[in-house]
């Protein structure tokens, strides 16, 4: 193939042929054309875009052929016609076979000479035969550029668009870039077993003082903290423990609790307020009947109020005992609370109270208070004639969380 080489002042380090490829001036490499780097040096080659074609400035070196040798042939063989015999070489005994021997010159045709027929040439000895199929070489698939996507040929040290190197010096591959590495969780990193195996070896291997530094540190925190809170008079140890009944919404029967009417002497039957508050099956009574009619919350009460003081907690919960105990057959002869309210402080909550022997009223007080009033607003008929005019409380308990 003719080869071209441009003339100018060097400052381009390419030159072309007449194919058009680029051969790189710095080590020679031959790329296609519209190449932008050299693909063994990876030297950049984009000072003319497109292939030149071969001009007046161009010198054209055309390769040469060997002149045919030609040889007179004996006149003997040229009078007879017959071409000339050859012997095979003879074989060496010892060393590599010789090469085969050129074929003989066929001599000129010339006036009544027929030209020989060509001889078959037998395979010298010791070189096999050449086979008549010979298998194409198997290209590799070329790849792409991790940089730009291009494909790449096969080999290439650079990418002959990006210039980006494929190849390290030495035949090495140029590493891959390291993917990153997905990290678990610091949640399931805890409660990994071979973590928490690996933190502890690390910690053992630490300075003593760098592994007792947290505990240092998380013990002096607490010690302020608890001597924050004693200085506010608030017991770390109460804190701790209603946060831990809040949590479980446990609450206990206020004990001591005391019991009286207001006004004074309104009980019936002979029985006594106390009675609520006592924990066993007596009742309290007063006077009841059908014209008889109680107050809403928040007015002046017509009948008697029940009052139960206390050491000053914040009540959660009342649960009261409407009526006589349910085994007593005089419960069915009287009136039993249908409406009642309860105040404290300057608040006051209705409850309505269904036709049965306990319920529990959802009374919150949110801040600590020393007493509470009930009052009764309407109230449920005997169940069986002649009733008996009274009505009355078996039980009546306070309910709060425990004192820490």
Same mark, same amino acid.
């Given at each position: 193939?003719p080869?071209?080489?441009?003339?100018?002042?060097?400052?381009?380090a390419?030159?072309?042929?007449?194919?058009?490829?680029?051969?790189?001036?710095?080590?020679?490499?031959?790329n296609?054309?519209?190449?932008?780097?050299c693909?063994?040096?990876?030297?950049?080659?984009g000072?003319?875009?497109?292939?030149?074609?071969?001009?007046?400035?161009e010198?054209?070196?055309?390769?040469?052929? !060997?002149?045919? @040798?030609?040889? %007179? *042939? =004996?006149?003997? #063989? $040229? &009078? +007879? /016609?017959?071409?000339?015999?050859?012997?095979?070489?003879?074989?060496?005994?010892a060393?590599?076979?010789?090469?085969?021997?050129?074929?003989?010159?066929?001599?000129?045709?010339?006036?009544?000479?027929?030209?020989?027929?060509?001889?078959?040439?037998s395979?010298?000895?010791?070189?096999? !035969?050449?086979? @008549?199929?010979? %298998? *194409? =070489?198997?290209? #590799? $698939? &070329? +790849? /792409?550029?991790p940089?730009?996507?291009?494909t790449?040929?096969?080999?290439?040290?650079?990418?002959?668009?990006?210039?980006?190197?494929?190849?390290m010096?030495g035949?090495?591959?140029?590493?891959?870039?390291?993917?990153?590495?997905?990290?678990?969780?610091?949640?399931?990193?805890l409660?990994?077993?071979k973590?928490?195996? %690996?933190?502890?070896?690390?910690?053992?291997?630490?300075?003593?003082?760098?592994?007792?530094?947290?505990l240092?540190?998380?013990?002096?925190?607490?010690a302020?903290?608890?001597?924050?809170?004693?200085?506010?008079?608030?017991?770390?140890?109460?804190l701790?423990?209603?946060?831990?009944?809040?949590?479980?919404?446990?609450v206990?029967?206020?004990?001591?609790v005391?019991?009286?009417t207001?006004?004074?002497?309104?009980?019936?039957?002979?029985?006594?307020?106390?009675?609520l508050?006592?924990?066993?099956?007596?009742?309290?009574?007063?006077?009841?009947?059908?014209?008889?009619?109680?107050?809403?919350?928040?007015t002046?009460?017509?009948?008697p109020?029940?009052?139960?003081?206390?050491?000053?907690?914040?009540?959660?919960r009342?649960?009261?005992?409407?009526?006589?105990a349910?085994?007593?057959p005089?419960?069915?002869?009287?009136?039993?609370?249908?409406?009642?309210?309860?105040a404290?402080?300057d608040?006051?909550?209705?409850?309505?109270?269904?036709?049965?022997?306990?319920?529990?009223?959802?009374?919150?007080?949110?801040v600590?208070v020393?007493?509470?009033?009930?009052?009764?607003?309407?109230?449920?008929?005997p169940?069986?004639t002649?009733?008996?005019?009274?009505l009355g409380f078996?039980?009546?308990?306070?309910?709060?969380?425990?004192?820490t």
């Amino acid at each position: 193939m003719p080869q071209t080489g441009t003339r100018g002042d060097g400052s381009a380090a390419t030159r072309k042929v007449a194919s058009g490829d680029v051969i790189c001036e710095d080590c020679g490499e031959t790329n296609k054309p519209g190449t932008e780097f050299c693909i063994a040096c990876g030297a950049y080659l984009g000072w003319q875009a497109q292939p030149a074609s071969p001009s007046a400035n161009e010198v054209t070196q055309p390769m040469q052929a !060997a002149p045919a @040798a030609r040889s %007179a *042939a =004996p006149a003997a #063989a $040229a &009078a +007879t /016609g017959s071409a000339p015999t050859t012997s095979p070489p003879a074989r060496t005994p010892a060393g590599p076979p010789a090469r085969p021997a050129a074929p003989p010159r066929q001599p000129l045709p010339g006036p009544g000479i027929q030209p020989a027929p060509p001889q078959q040439q037998s395979p010298a000895a010791g070189y096999p !035969a050449a086979d @008549a199929t010979v %298998a *194409a =070489p198997v290209e #590799a $698939a &070329a +790849t /792409g550029c991790p940089s730009c996507g291009r494909t790449v040929e096969p080999g290439r040290r650079f990418c002959g668009h990006c210039g980006h190197q494929l190849i390290m010096p030495g035949g090495a591959a140029v590493p891959a870039a390291r993917q990153p590495t997905k990290r678990d969780t610091w949640w399931s990193r805890l409660w990994d077993s071979k973590d928490r195996a %690996a933190r502890r070896a690390f910690r053992r291997n630490l300075p003593p003082l760098y592994r007792w530094r947290r505990l240092v540190i998380i013990v002096l925190s607490l010690a302020l903290v608890a001597g924050g809170l004693t200085l506010l008079r608030h017991s770390p140890k109460s804190l701790v423990m209603s946060g831990y009944y809040n949590i479980k919404k446990t609450v206990v029967q206020v004990q001591p609790v005391n019991a009286r009417t207001i006004p004074a002497g309104q009980s019936a039957g002979g029985t006594d307020p106390s009675a609520l508050v006592d924990n066993t099956k007596g009742a309290w009574l007063m006077t009841w009947n059908a014209q008889t009619k109680g107050t809403p919350c928040g007015t002046p009460p017509t009948t008697p109020v029940i009052e139960l003081w206390f050491d000053p907690i914040r009540v959660r919960r009342l649960d009261v005992w409407p009526g006589l105990a349910k085994e007593d057959p005089s419960r069915l002869l009287q009136y039993r609370p249908k409406q009642i309210w309860v105040a404290y402080g300057d608040h006051c909550q209705s409850f309505p109270i269904a036709n049965v022997e306990s319920v529990q009223l959802p009374l919150d007080t949110k801040v600590p208070v020393g007493s509470i009033r009930i009052g009764v607003e309407s109230a449920w008929p005997p169940d069986q004639t002649p009733g008996q005019d009274v009505l009355g409380f078996s039980e009546i308990r306070v309910q709060a969380r425990p004192r820490t």
